[in-house]
């Protein structure tokens, strides 16, 4: 699977952005699916993540009530609605075809298997 992320951009406090993650392969839909960023000297931290069917989602308490996660099997992408977004939102976002979304939100590991390039979200004050 290679996923391409796209959709970041330069954007005021308060503001929305739409992340889109497409991904390439057959196994798309068999896949759970993350968002994941990284601030500047930072290390890499979890944002959300999907079931392969769409019926749950996970999200990191900073960008709960936020941000959501939605994915287009028919598409093979996935997205990341992001609202209200302050300047701490800042940062690199990747997306990411996970191996097992129950350790993902039981805290066991993130087991990612393929991930995307990184798609820049600068948040102005």
Do not use: H
């Not at 005021?12 to 196994?27: D, E, H, I, M, V």
């Not at 940062?91 to 805290?107: F, I, W």
């Amino acid at each position: 699977v290679q996923l391409q992320a796209s959709g970041g951009g330069l954007v005021q406090t308060g503001g929305s952005l739409r992340l889109s993650c497409a991904a390439s392969g057959r196994t798309f839909s068999s896949y759970a699916m993350a968002w994941f960023r990284q601030a500047p000297g930072r290390e890499r931290e979890f944002v959300a993540a999907i079931t392969w069917s769409g019926n749950n989602t996970y999200y990191a308490d900073s960008v709960k009530g936020r941000f959501t996660i939605s994915r287009d099997n028919a598409k093979n992408t996935v997205y990341l609605q992001m609202n209200s977004l302050k300047p701490e939102d800042t940062a690199v976002y990747y997306c990411a075809a996970v191996g097992d979304y129950g350790e993902l939100v039981m805290g066991i590991g993130y087991n990612v298997r393929y991930w995307g390039q990184g798609t820049q979200v600068t948040v102005s004050s």
